[in-house]
């Protein structure tokens, strides 16, 4: 499996970004896929999460700004970030994995497959 993220850069307050993450190698017809970041000195933050059917749950921090979707025929993740803030500047991964699943609903943070990583960083 290989999940690699791109689409980070720096903006300014108020920008977008919309973060891809291809999936390879990754063929569950049950799965949960997530947004983490991780910002310097704090710990990993799942941020946002979709399920193969489709149900969505995002992070307090970024509910209303933040939207998670998926192309199944692409196999890509995507998290369109609109209304940027400083406090959104970290390090960005995608997660996959076949059993976090709970009635239809991604949970939990241990995922079993990561992608690399790509920074988003956004200035006041």
């Known amino acids: 499996v290989q999940l690699v993220e791109s689409g980070g850069g720096s903006v300014q307050a108020g920008g977008s970004l919309r973060l891809s993450c291809a999936a390879s190698?990754?063929?569950?017809?049950?799965?949960?896929m997530a947004w983490f970041r991780q910002a310097p000195g704090k710990g990993r933050e799942r941020i946002a999460s979709?399920?193969?059917?489709?149900?969505?749950k995002y992070a307090d921090s970024v509910k209303g700004r933040f939207t998670i979707s998926q192309d199944n025929a692409k196999n890509i993740l995507y998290l369109q970030m609109n209304g940027l803030k400083p406090e959104d500047t970290a390090m960005y991964y995608c997660?996959?994995?076949?059993?976090?699943?709970?009635?239809?609903?991604?949970?939990?943070?241990?995922?079993?497959?990561w992608g690399q990583g790509t920074q988003v960083t956004v200035s006041s």
């Open positions: 979709i399920s193969n059917y489709g149900y969505t």
């Open positions: 997660a996959a994995d076949p059993n976090l699943l709970n009635l239809g609903v991604c949970t939990g943070t241990d995922f079993a497959y």
């Open positions: 190698g990754f063929s569950y017809s049950r799965y949960c």
